[in-house]
T-cell receptor, first 112, second 115 residues
């Protein structure tokens, strides 16, 4: 089955800095890669996703890049703000499967 | 309002006392799933259901049961809870099940402590 590795497990940045979270996946058939954000005490919520026919996708201060050859994808957050502090999960899904396989999560702390 | 509702949100119980965590969604989603979240281990899938009367094991199904008699409900049953089932549990749903479109909607979570 699919295996998703996520790094780093924790990331501390100063407000205004950029943050990058990286994930690798094992199943070359996977073609859907969402990112979920979980604020403290809340449920995970989808913030951005990318499909394998696209190399990069942006939404305001967040962007996701995908390298299918290397089987890795990354979340980029620019101009970080304290409200970006949360746990971020990457995930991968192969076609014909219903299940998302999640990474172990990255705790991002943005200090004012 | 589209939502996934879990109950109870918090529960402290003792080893061996059967309990059920309910999950209900109002979005007419075919796919429902249960996850447990533990520090350092992320979200691990317990069971999932592609539709009514169709359920399947996830990565960590031992000690759990589920049923899907109605489309909107997907209860998680712990027949004989043990301390290693102390965790934060999330129910989630999406539609359509196999598609790469559509967000996986999570419930608010149920924090279970087994003494």
């Amino acid at each position: 089955g699919e295996n998703v590795e996520q790094h780093p497990s924790t990331l501390s940045v100063q407000e205004g800095d950029s943050a990058v979270i990286k994930c690798t996946y094992s199943d070359s058939a996977s073609n859907y890669f969402p990112w979920y954000k979980q604020e403290l005490g809340k449920r995970p919520q989808l913030i951005i996703d990318i499909r394998s026919n696209v190399g990069e996708k942006k939404d305001q201060r967040i962007a996701v890049t995908l390298n299918k050859t290397a089987k890795h994808f990354s979340l980029h957050i620019t101009e970080t703000q304290p409200e970006d502090s949360a746990v971020y999960f990457c995930a991968a899904k192969a076609p014909g499967y219903s299940t998302l396989t999640f990474g172990k999560g990255t705790m991002l702390l943005v200090s004012p | 309002e589209a939502q996934v509702t879990q109950n109870p949100r918090y529960l402290i119980t003792v080893t061996g006392k059967k309990l059920t965590v309910t999950c209900s969604q109002n979005m007419n989603h075919e796919y429902m799933s249960w996850y447990r979240q533990d520090p350092g281990l992320g979200l691990r899938q317990i069971y999932y259901s592609m539709n009514v009367e169709v359920t399947d094991k996830g990565d960590v199904p031992e000690g759990y049961k589920v049923s899907r008699k109605e489309k909107r409900n997907f209860p998680l049953i712990l027949e004989s809870p043990s301390p290693n089932q102390t965790s934060l549990y999330f129910c989630a749903s999406k539609s359509p099940p196999l598609s790469n479109t559509g967000e996986l909607f999570f419930g608010e979570g149920s924090r279970l402590t087994v003494l």
